[in-house]
């Protein structure tokens, strides 16, 4: 795969060309005909000035999924940085030299945040020291995601402006360079934070990470995320850019990140829905179901089987309820075993795994994860979790990290449950 990357004062434009070899890989079959995205900001940036470290870790979130064999990087990066890539084995990254020198910030650092006006990166941006940049990834329009709606992240930047919190817009359309459209790997919605280091003086990375993701709870097996591959692959490079990772609330769970984002200023600002016009939602997307479920759950309100069969008109939260194993199926069964339920909302309650454990740590916090913050923000961070929610138990903790559901999975109640709740989303 070749690499191109364009600097101009206000645009960084990066194009790769896939061989003929990669477009016919399995590797292939994910990638957009066109695989050119540019990062852009129309305040007083100058891209000129992005570290060479930074410009090579953008090029690798973009290609990771795609890329195979040689990967030439036109870039003079520093030893360290390229020591951290020989991780990498499906395809070897060169650079022009390791002359570079590594990047560290200056003394009056601060970490940038990949900020998306969700309930996730704002639970981050509070527990976060107060210096903390959140940077806004605007997506642009276009013809094929007409169902984005700009008005939520306007009101979310109005927010922060009133509060005196400084921000940024990026714009960048790297989630086109995948098909269907989406981000190429799950940190690339970190490259505006990247593009924007030198600039601020970043010393950190900051992500929105939820413990569902990182640990996989809720998933059918859970993981450390610590001893995972995916963690480390990606904090060494991010730490060999001088940039650590700081997931501020990967300890939390969904809940928790509702939960700490009603109890703070920011209250009231946070949105995970992009589709409606603000302040409404659009009501017919997964996520508009999932939150609004945590919102009756946390103010113990009543979720009508009214409001539940008028959910199941949307095609979205029928076929994510239709899966194997239903996507944060723990925090639907949290909020569900929180309220009061009809017949219908029963059948969807007894078909979740999570109807047969004890959903209590999901109001917690998970210590051990204050690893994935970088050393001199762990006692803010952890101060600040204290202020919002209690630790979780120890013998919680083991439970949940050891999670294994594949067995059940495969009982015949379940099966039955299964198909009891197949039916009435056919009916
Ligand atoms: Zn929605």
């Known amino acids: 795969m070749d690499v191109r990357i364009d600097l101009e004062q206000s645009r960084i434009v990066v194009s ?46 973009a290609a990771h999924p795609f890329a195979t064999g040689k990967l030439p990087i036109p870039l003079h990066v520093s030893k360290q940085f390229e020591e951290a890539t020989r991780i990498f084995s499906r395809y070897r990254p060169e650079f022009l030299s390791t002359s570079g020198k590594p990047y560290t ?123 995972s591959p995916h963690y480390k692959v990606w904090a060494p490079l991010f730490s060999a850019a001088g940039l650590p990772l700081f997931l501020p609330v990967a300890g939390v769970s969904e809940v928790g990140t509702s939960t700490i984002v009603h109890r703070s200023p920011y209250r009231g600002m946070a949105r995970s829905c992009i589709r409606g016009d603000w302040p409404q939602t659009c009501d017919n997307c997964w996520k508009c179901f999932r939150k609004q479920l945590i919102e009756h759950g946390i103010n113990q309100t009543d979720f009508s089987e009214h409001q539940f069969l008028k959910s199941l008109q949307s095609k979205e939260v029928v076929s994510k309820l239709s899966a194997e194993f239903i996507s944060h199926e723990n925090v639907l069964g949290w909020a569900l075993n929180k309220i009061k339920r009809g017949p219908t909302l029963d059948v969807l309650f007894n078909r979740l795994v999570a109807s047969t454990y004890s959903l209590k740590h999901l109001d917690a916090f998970y210590p051990p994860a204050i690893n994935l913050v970088p050393p001199k923000y762990r006692l803010h961070v952890l101060e600040q979790l204290r202020t919002y929610l209690p630790e979780m138990k120890e013998a919680d903790q083991w439970r949940m990290i050891e999670q294994d559901f594949t067995e059940h999975l495969n009982t015949p109640q379940h099966r039955k449950n299964v198909h009891t709740l197949m039916t009435l989303l056919k009916s």
């Open 105 to 227: 910030s200056t003394s009056d650092g601060k970490p940038g945040l990949a900020f998306s006006g969700g309930m996730d990166s704002t639970a981050a941006l509070a527990l976060m020291p107060n210096k903390t940049v959140p940077v806004f990834l605007d997506r642009p329009h276009r013809a094929n995601t007409t169902l984005y709606n700009k008005s939520a992240a306007k009101a979310t930047l109005a927010f922060l402006e009133a509060k005196g919190v400084p921000n940024i817009a990026i714009s960048t359309d790297v989630e086109f360079i995948r098909n269907p459209v989406g981000f190429p790997t799950d940190l690339a919605t970190g490259i505006p934070v990247l593009a924007l280091a030198s600039h601020f003086q970043f010393d950190s990375v900051g992500f929105g990470t939820v413990m569902e993701s990182a640990y996989r709870i809720g998933h059918e097996r859970s993981r450390d995320y610590i001893e």
């Open 16 to 61: 790769l060309s896939a061989s003929k070899k990669e477009r016919e890989s399995i590797y292939g079959e994910k990638m957009a005909d066109l695989l050119e995205f540019s990062i852009a900001s129309n305040g007083p940036i100058d891209f000129r000035m992005v570290h060479q470290d930074h410009l090579a870790l953008i090029v690798l979130l």
